[in-house]
């Protein structure tokens, strides 16, 4: 069984990034896409098939995608925080 993860970061973001994400995102290894763009539809979808969310940011100051998560109801896991 292979794990396959998504990433949704916006393209402007990837100068911000340190080298070595930024190396990650432009050679990234087969079990994980960065699909750009998705619109809502398709957002719903993904997290309807999804096992798990991760937010992995302290930057991000609403975290209104854990809260889609959750109502997802797939476990979420944030950095520095407890899965809920």
């Known amino acids: ?22 190396k990650i995102i432009e050679n990234p290894p087969e079990n994980l896409i960065f699909p750009g763009y998705v619109d809502t539809d398709i957002l719903i979808g993904a997290f309807s098939a999804a096992k798990a969310f991760l937010f992995m940011t302290y930057e991000e100051n609403e975290g209104i995608v854990v809260l889609e998560a959750l109502s997802a109801k797939i476990t979420a896991c944030g950095k520095g925080y407890s899965c809920v």
Do not use: E, N, R
Not at 6 to 22: N, R, Y
């Open 1 to 22: 069984m292979t794990t396959s993860f998504c990433g949704l970061a916006h393209q402007s973001v990837k100068s911000m990034l340190p080298d070595k994400i930024q």
